[in-house]
T-cell receptor
Framework: GQNIDQPTEMTATEGAIVQINCTYQTSGFNGLFWYQQHAGEAPTFLSYNVLDGLEEKGRFSSFLSRSKGYSYLLLKELQMKDSASYLCAVFYNQGGKLIFGQGTELSVKP | DSGVTQTPKHLITATGQRVTLRCSPRSGDLSVYWYQQSLDQGLQFLIQYYNGEERAKGNILERFSAQQFPDLHSELNLSSLELGDSALYFC?????????????FGPGTRLTVL
């Protein structure tokens, strides 16, 4: 299968830093995406990684290790509006489709 | 606003009925994707079209079908509806449809089957 694993929920404090991990099966890997989704709304694109290393985009950064089948999304200077579900998604060559993890529900507390 | 539009926003219908969901991709995008999101299943890929042709298929039920028209808008048809089909249905679009293509999601259609 093409299981993608991420924690179900996390809680963090406003102004802090949080890291959301994602592990996936490496066979056929062809890119990893992170999306943010507020309840009842559309997923919105955050980042894309296909090579090893860190991609930084403002308060959000995403890291990838292809050999380990591992990625994380780092959110800095957390704001209340960052409370949302964060979806890790992997594009696999087999079948040519984007497979989503179940999402990590992040709650930011004052 | 992603530039992807979906209609209707909400749909309430009865078991056994048939409905059609509509999606217009972002200007210039050739690929359209359909996803189903229910509380217990997460975001599930249904089907992809590229420039009018089916490109990839996920776990789409035989009761469901889709097509992409020459103007690139797409429709998802759901028939013989069951209670379990109640979900959010998202359409996404991308430029070409390869692995590196970012998919941009529409606002979704919330389907309730009573």
């Amino acid at each position: 299968g093409q299981n993608i694993d991420q924690p179900t929920e996390m809680t963090a404090t406003e102004g802090a830093i949080v890291q959301i991990n994602c592990t996936y099966q490496t066979s056929g890997f062809n890119g990893l995406f992170w999306y943010q989704q507020h309840a009842g709304e559309a997923p919105t694109f955050l980042s894309y990684n296909v090579l090893d290393g860190l991609e930084e985009k403002g308060r959000f950064s995403s890291f990838l290790s292809r050999s380990k089948g591992y990625s994380y999304l780092l959110l800095k200077e957390l704001q209340m509006k960052d409370s949302a579900s964060y979806l890790c998604a992997v594009f696999y060559n087999q079948g040519g489709k984007l497979i989503f993890g179940q999402g990590t529900e992040l709650s930011v507390k004052p | 606003d992603s530039g992807v539009t979906q209609t209707p926003k909400h749909l309430i219908t009865a078991t056994g009925q048939r409905v059609t969901l509509r999606c217009s991709p972002r200007s210039g995008d050739l690929s359209v994707y359909w996803y189903q999101q229910s509380l217990d299943q997460g975001l599930q890929f249904l089907i992809q079209y590229y420039n009018g042709e089916e490109r990839a298929k996920g776990n789409i039920l035989e009761r469901f079908s889709a097509q992409q028209f020459p103007d690139l808008h797409s429709e998802l048809n759901l028939s013989s509806l069951e209670l379990g089909d109640s979900a959010l249905y998202f359409c996404a679009s991308s430029v070409a449809g390869g692995g590196a293509d970012t998919q941009y999601f529409g606002p979704g259609t919330r389907l309730t089957v009573l």
